[in-house]
């Protein structure tokens, strides 16, 4: 950090650096026009974060950050709860929301298998989902994991913990996007779309 900066103004780049895809430059433009701004858009930022942590909550069926327990969508009784979506963060629980063709509930396991990282079944919420399925009426588990080396581990021992369970498993299904020419698309992405294959009679 460049020693002629106030060290308010140091420490708050230092902070925003840690934040995911923020590089020092972005953090120095971020904590630059909060500076700019009036005093009270900072307050309500601070304020902002500081209830975070006091104001959210995971919820106890799905793991899900809330605000109540259970969450709004494993309260709606509009949601199947017989279909259980299995995502690594809240992050793709949002995306599959944003879709707007998934009527289930979800389970949320806060992370990938990454051993290296020091991430094993035991910090991800695994046997959570196994009780449930267990204790509960779910009639499938689709794995929403992603296609990285990590969420394909996780799918793996998801089939695996899930086998001997009378549940049907079904994975996220991986291809080609809606727009791409095949000529462009790479080997892996062909080939997960040429096992991904369905009928269409």
Known sequence: MEPFLPPALASLIAELRRLPGI??????????????RPRQEAARLAAAIGGLHAGI???????AFSDDDPCALCADPRRDPALVCVVEGMADMLAIEKAGVFCGRYHVLHGALAPLDGIGPDELNISALVQRVREGDVREVLIA??????GEATAALLCQQLAELPVTVTR?????????DIQYADEMTLAAAIESRRSVR
Not at 57 to 63: G, K
Not at 172 to 180: E, F, T, V
Request: glycine share 8%; proline share 6%.
């Open 23 to 36: 590089g020092v430059k972005t953090a120095t433009r971020l904590a630059l026009h909060l500076l700019r």
């Open 57 to 63: 909550r995971l919820c106890s069926i799905c793991f």
């Open 145 to 150: 994991t992603s296609s990285t080396a990590p």
């Open 172 to 180: 996220l299904a991986h291809g080609i996007p809606m727009g791409m």
